[in-house]
């Protein structure tokens, strides 16, 4: 599985931006997808995850009531709705495909990742 994320940029504090991620196998639709994000001098941390179908999400304490995963099967693509963006928010953001099919907070459990996008929040 390859992934390929895009949707990242410049935005001030309180903005929006969405985040999109495309998978190159069919099998997408067996996997469970997460979002993580990387910020400078930082470790990677889970931002957002989806269960193979939609039915199970689940967020990280500092995004939730302001991001929304939501993934479409049709087109193997896996989304990240930011809103009411923080500085604190700025980072690369990394799309990642696990095997399981569940919504893990785990980084281990993910076999595939993509490339990272860049966002940028200024105050």
């Known amino acids: 599985v390859q992934l390929q994320a895009s949707g990242g940029g410049l935005v001030q504090a309180g903005g929006s931006l969405r985040l999109s991620c495309v998978a190159s196998?069919?099998?997408?639709?067996?996997?469970?997808m997460g979002w993580f994000r990387q910020a400078p001098e930082k470790e990677r941390e889970f931002v957002a995850g989806?269960?193979?179908?939609?039915?199970?999400?689940g967020y990280s304490d500092p995004v939730k009531g302001r991001f929304t995963i939501s993934r479409d099967n049709t087109k193997n693509a896996v989304y990240l709705q930011m809103d009411n963006l923080k500085p604190e928010d700025t980072a690369i953001y990394y799309c990642?495909?696990?095997?399981?099919?569940?919504?893990?907070?785990?980084?281990?459990?993910?076999?595939?990742w993509g490339q990272g996008t860049l966002v940028t929040v200024s105050s």
């Open positions: 196998r069919r099998m997408f639709s067996n996997n469970g």
């Open positions: 990642a495909a696990n095997i399981k099919g569940g919504a893990s907070r785990d980084t281990s459990t993910y076999r595939y």
């Open positions: 989806i269960s193979w179908n939609g039915g199970v999400t």
